[in-house]
């Protein structure tokens, strides 16, 4: 569900975003650009915290989905706590209003000046990956004289994910503590007095369209709460990760989150723990679009038609890194019947990764013209870059009929500006 629709208004059917016709926002701001819908934002994280009622849960909003500090502010006022995996992470979390209270550390490569900046911070818990880890956290701990709230994140060993660079649950990942040192690492944890050690998490990865395999992970997870409360160790917290799936329009939908509640709850709801999420590509996926310019159409001697947007790889990087789908709508409706053609559409950078969509069918299309590509909230602006030199992609939150732009684009003058010459050069 998301609330980009079409509506009538001159010159004709278009694509609007809440109330606000995304073809204003291009004139004004220029293309490419991000848009967002607050509405959507809200109503993801209400169905999400909904789908667990009567039962209170945690939810700690994945910041690298989408880092946007008015994103992060919308999910904050909602009551949204932030899962973070960098110190900048942190720092953008607490500007956007977010507490310390709600936020969570995690990541599998926290330097020290990290882990002491969280500790600063005061956040709420911070998620161990392995032994290293959690002897110099608990060294940093113990030089400052505060003791650290702590989670074991494990690797319950299940692959999981819409493709292999976002799987992140196996044995063969980096991520997480085995199952097997699980014991021997919580209870070592347990004895250390720098160490408040809340519980267990796991995060299997991203994209997840199936069943089994979050089953098969929080199957895991209870037998190891299980195991450690056998052994006399308490467990109050269980994190159980982000990653459930969002429809980009191809393949069948992703498990809803009622039917990740039930599965969350049939497995581990009777186990008398604080239960905690991190949905990331969940809240924000379908609440952003990426609005782009066709540059031009050209058509090859062999006849494949190419559709050059004014987008490209280092605005939305998905389809060049994970081979992404995302559906692509011109913004003004097409007339019913329109004929449709395939169309290699692609951005202006020199790499051939650089293709949104191959043999996508399309209305005809103009230079000019302006098209949405769907579902682009997460993972999108927050992996922009400025490669091939152009500027950072900026970015547009809607609410209801009002707009504003929250991440300007940079000057090239800015973009050189940041830069410095080396004394020997002039
Ligand atoms: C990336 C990440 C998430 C969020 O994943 P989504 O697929 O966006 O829900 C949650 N937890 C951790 C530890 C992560 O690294």
Redesign the pocket.
């Given at each position: 569900m998301h609330h980009f629709h079409d509506r009538p208004g001159p010159p004709g059917l278009e694509l609007w975003c809440e109330e606000v016709p995304l073809s204003r926002i291009a004139d004004a701001v220029g293309t490419p650009v991000y848009v967002y819908a607050s509405a959507t934002l809200a109503h993801h994280y209400a169905v999400f915290v909904r789908a667990f009622a009567p039962r209170d849960v945690s939810v700690?909003y994945?910041v690298?989905?989408n880092s946007s500090l008015a994103v992060l502010a919308t999910l904050a006022r909602l009551g949204a706590g932030a899962?973070t995996?960098s110190e900048g992470e942190i720092r953008r979390a607490l500007a956007a209003g977010v507490p310390a209270s709600r936020i969570?550390f995690?990541?599998v490569g926290k330097t020290d000046a990290e882990l002491a900046f969280a500790l600063d911070a005061g956040v709420s818990e911070i998620?161990l990956e392995s032994e290293l880890e959690l002897h110099r956290l608990a060294a940093i701990a113990a030089d400052k004289g505060v003791r650290a709230t702590v989670a074991l994140?494990v690797n319950p060993d299940v692959g999981a994910?819409g493709h292999a660079k976002?799987t992140?649950g196996s044995d063969e990942n980096k991520?997480g503590v085995s199952a097997s040192e699980v014991e021997r690492l919580y209870a070592r944890a347990c004895a250390l007095p720098q160490f408040d050690v809340a519980g267990l998490?796991c995060?299997i990865?991203?994209?997840?369209t199936e069943f089994a395999p979050l089953r098969a992970a929080f199957a895991a997870m209870r037998t190891l709460v299980e195991r450690l409360r056998a052994g006399g160790l308490p467990v109050r917290r269980l994190?159980l990760?982000?990653?459930?799936?969002v429809p980009y329009g191809d393949a069948p939908p992703p498990p809803t989150p009622a039917d990740y509640a039930r599965a969350v709850l049939d497995t581990v709801g009777d186990l008398e723990v604080e239960l905690a999420?991190?949905?990331?590509?969940?809240?924000?996926?379908n609440a952003g679009v990426l609005l782009s310019r066709v540059i031009q159409v050209h058509t090859r001697p062999s006849g494949r038609r190419f559709l050059v947007l004014d987008a490209a790889m280092n605005d939305l990087l998905r389809p060049a890194l994970y081979d992404a789908h995302h559906a692509i709508r011109p913004v003004r409706t097409p007339e019913p019947g329109a004929v449709e053609r395939p169309y290699d559409v692609v951005g202006p950078v020199c790499e051939t990764g650089d293709t949104f969509a191959r043999d996508r069918r399309l209305p005809d299309l103009a230079a000019g013209d302006l098209v949405a590509l769907m579902t682009a909230g997460?993972?999108g602006a927050s992996m922009s870059s400025e490669y091939n030199s152009r500027p950072l992609v900026p970015e547009v939150l809607v609410k209801g009929a009002d707009y504003a732009v929250t991440r300007p684009r940079p000057s090239y003058e800015e973009m050189l500006g940041r830069e410095r010459r080396a004394p020997w050069l002039g």
């Open positions: 700690a994945a690298k989905a899962d995996v969570v995690s990541g998620n994140r994910g976002i992140t991520f998490a995060h990865g991203s994209q997840i994190d990760g982000g990653g459930l799936g999420f991190e949905p990331g590509r969940l809240i924000v996926a997460a993972y």
